[in-house]
C-alpha cells in the first residue's frame, strides 16, 4: 500500500495546521467539504507526528475509512489499532482510532494509560461541543493550560443543529475551502438542481431552534400524495442514476421506498435502528445496483463514501444550512464515467427559509436551475448583483431569465421617496433606494448642483451629505440630513430654493444634449446620472 498523492489544498491545509501550532494554537479546526480528502489530510499528519495519535470518529464508516486511509499513509511502518467494542488496540500502536462510544468513564482510563498523546484528531468534530463528548476531551486534558498536545478537528460544517458554536472547544478555524471553490477547480462533481413544489404545509410548524422538530416535521411531510410525488420526480428526473433520498424518519423512508416500489424503482432503507449486517446488505446491494435508489434517515449525512452517487434527493426539508450541505455532500465525489450530480429540492409551502441547492451557492432560495448547473447559476446572478445592485425580488421561484427580464426592466425613476422625508420636506428629493436620498438645485442660473445624503453604516453618524462629490458634514437621522440640506438651501436665496422644489419649471424641461435617451425631462436625466454615479462607486472595491 502507498500513500495517496496530496492535491495542493492539501497541502495548504498541513501548512495550515503546522504554522498554527508553531505560533501557539492547540485546539484548531479544517473545514473543507464533503468528497474534499479531510482523511487524507489527517493520515498525513499522523504520519509527520513523533509522539502517538488518537483519532476520534463517531460512526462505523469513519473508523473504517480511517483505519484504511492510515494504514495506507504510515506504508505498513506502524501499528494502527482499533478500539470499539470488543477490539482492544496494542500498546504500541502509533495510532489509535476510537469510537467515541467507547470511550466510556469505565473504559477510558485504561486506554489512555501509558500512552503518549501528543496528536489528537477529532473527525466530524461539529459534534464535539455535546456533553459527553466533551468528557472525553476532559479527560485526556485537552483543556488544562499546560496540555502539550494538538487538538485537530474536520468537519465539513461547523453549524450545528442545537445552536452551540465549535468556540466552546476549539480557538479558530486555521483553513477552510468552499463546495463551489472545490467543484471550480474540477475537484468536486458539479451539481445541478431542480425545484419541486410540492403541497405540503410547513407554515404551523415551529420557528424555534436552527431547524424543524423532526416530529412536527414528519407529520407534514410523510403523506401519501406527497411521497408520490417525490417518487414520481426521481423516476422521470434521475432516471438511471444512483439516488440518495434523504428522508425524516424511519416511517418515512419505508413510505417513500413503498411509493418507489410501486412505480417499479427499485428502492432499500436504511437507517440507524437496523442491524449491522442488514445495513451493510442494504449498501451492497445499492452499490451493485440490486436497488436504485437508497431512502436513508440520518446515517448517510457522514461517513458514508460511495463515489458512484449521481443523485441527491431532499425528500426530508430543512433549514439548516450545515445537515443541506452534509446531505449533498454524499453526491460530489468525482467517479469514472460520472459527468455531474443532480440535487432535487423538495420545496413545500413555508414562511421560514428553507435550505436549496441556490442557496449554498449565494443564490436566492427560491431559485428554479431548471436542471442547470449551480455554479454556472451562481456566477450568472453575481454579475446581475453587479449590473442591478438595486434589484429587490419578491419571494417566489423564478428562474435566471425571468431575474434577467426584471433587472434589464428595472427604472430607478420608479424609486418611491421615503415617507419621512416626503412629510418633512417640500423640496423635490428623489430616492436611490437603499444607498439613500438626491436632490437637486441650482446654485446659478442654469447651473445646477447635486446633492447627494448616503448611507455610510459604519461611520458612527450614518448618513453623509455630499455636494457635487464633496463631503460636507454627517448626521445620525436622514431625517436630520435632510432637514439640514434644506436649511442651507434656502439660505442661498429666493432663487436657489424655489428651483430645489419639484414645481420648479426647469424640471419639466427636454434634458440637455449628453445626458442620455432614458430620461423625457432634465430632471429626470440629472437623477439618472446621480444614479449611475452612486452605484458605480457602491460596486467600486473598497
Not at 478555524?173 to 410540492?198: E, M
Not at 425524516?248 to 436504511?270: C, D, E, F, Q
Not at 448616503?454 to 455636494?467: G, I, N
Request: glycine share 8%.
Amino acid at each position: 500500500m502507498t500513500a495517496p498523492q496530496l492535491r495542493a489544498y492539501q497541502r495548504e491545509a498541513i501548512d495550515a495546521v503546522l504554522g498554527a501550532r508553531r505560533s501557539g494554537t492547540r485546539r484548531m479546526v479544517v473545514c473543507l467539504p464533503t468528497g474534499a480528502g479531510k482523511t487524507v489530510i489527517f493520515s498525513h499528519l499522523a504520519r509527520l507526528a513523533t509522539r502517538q495519535v488518537l483519532v476520534l470518529a463517531h460512526r462505523e464508516e469513519l473508523l473504517a475509512q480511517a483505519i484504511d486511509k492510515l494504514s495506507r499513509a504510515l506504508e505498513g511502518t506502524r501499528v494502527v489499532g482499533l478500539e470499539r467494542g470488543g477490539s482492544r488496540a496494542p500498546a504500541d500502536a502509533k495510532v489509535l482510532v476510537a469510537s467515541l462510544r467507547s470511550l466510556h468513564p469505565d473504559r477510558i482510563g485504561n486506554v489512555l494509560a501509558g500512552r503518549d498523546l501528543g496528536l489528537i484528531i477529532y473527525d466530524e468534530c461539529h459534534h464535539a461541543p455535546a456533553e459527553d463528548n466533551l468528557r472525553v476531551l476532559r479527560t485526556i486534558g485537552v483543556f488544562e493550560p499546560d496540555w502539550p498536545g494538538t487538538l485537530l478537528g474536520f468537519t465539513a460544517t461547523t453549524q450545528r443543529g442545537d445552536g452551540k458554536g465549535l468556540d466552546t472547544v476549539f480557538e479558530r478555524i486555521v483553513y477552510s475551502r468552499t463546495l463551489p471553490d472545490l467543484i471550480g477547480q474540477g475537484f468536486l462533481a458539479p451539481l445541478k438542481g431542480f425545484r419541486i413544489a410540492t403541497a405540503a404545509d410547513l407554515t404551523q410548524l415551529s420557528g424555534d431552534g436552527a431547524d424543524f422538530a423532526e416530529a412536527e416535521l414528519a407529520e407534514a411531510v410523510d403523506i401519501q400524495e406527497r411521497n408520490a410525488l417525490v417518487a414520481r420526480s426521481i423516476q422521470e428526473l434521475a432516471r438511471d442514476r444512483r439516488t440518495i433520498a434523504f428522508c425524516v424518519t424511519v416511517a418515512h423512508a419505508k413510505n417513500l421506498s413503498r411509493a418507489l416500489n410501486h412505480l417499479g424503482v427499485p428502492a432499500g432503507i436504511v437507517h440507524g435502528e437496523m442491524a449491522a449486517a442488514d445495513r451493510a446488505r442494504a449498501l451492497a446491494e445499492f452499490r451493485d445496483g440490486r436497488i436504485h435508489v437508497l431512502a436513508n434517515v440520518a446515517v448517510l449525512t457522514e461517513g458514508f463514501d460511495d463515489p458512484g452517487v449521481s443523485c441527491i434527493a431532499m425528500a426530508r426539508p430543512t433549514r439548516s444550512e450545515g445537515l443541506y450541505a452534509q446531505c449533498v455532500g454524499r453526491g460530489t465525489r468525482i467517479a469514472e464515467g460520472k459527468r455531474d450530480c443532480l440535487i432535487l429540492d423538495f420545496v413545500d409551502v413555508s414562511e421560514l427559509s428553507l435550505c436549496t441547492l441556490p442557496s449554498l451557492f449565494g443564490c436566492p432560495r427560491d431559485l428554479d436551475l431548471r436542471g442547470e448547473d449551480a455554479s454556472d447559476a451562481a456566477r450568472s446572478w453575481e454579475q446581475i448583483q453587479l449590473d442591478y445592485p438595486e434589484l429587490e425580488l419578491e419571494a417566489g421561484a423564478l428562474t435566471l431569465r425571468e431575474i434577467q427580464d426584471r433587472a434589464e426592466a428595472f427604472d430607478p425613476l420608479t424609486l418611491e421617496l421615503n415617507r419621512d422625508v416626503r412629510a418633512i420636506s417640500g423640496n423635490a428629493w428623489f430616492s436611490l433606494g437603499r444607498h439613500g436620498v438626491g436632490l437637486h438645485f441650482a446654485r446659478a442660473p442654469s447651473t445646477f448642483s447635486a446633492v447627494t445624503v448616503l448611507s455610510r453604516p459604519a461611520r458612527s453618524k450614518r448618513w453623509e451629505v455630499m455636494v457635487d462629490h464633496q463631503v460636507m458634514e454627517r448626521f445620525s437621522t436622514l431625517e436630520e440630513a435632510v432637514q439640514a440640506v434644506d436649511y442651507e438651501i434656502d439660505r442661498r436665496g429666493r432663487a436657489a430654493s424655489t428651483s430645489a422644489r419639484d414645481d420648479a419649471p426647469w424640471r419639466y424641461a427636454p434634458p440637455p444634449p449628453g445626458l442620455g435617451t432614458r430620461a423625457t425631462t432634465h430632471a429626470e436625466a440629472l437623477r439618472l446620472a446621480v444614479w449611475t454615479a452612486v452605484t458605480r462607486r457602491a460596486r467600486a472595491p473598497s
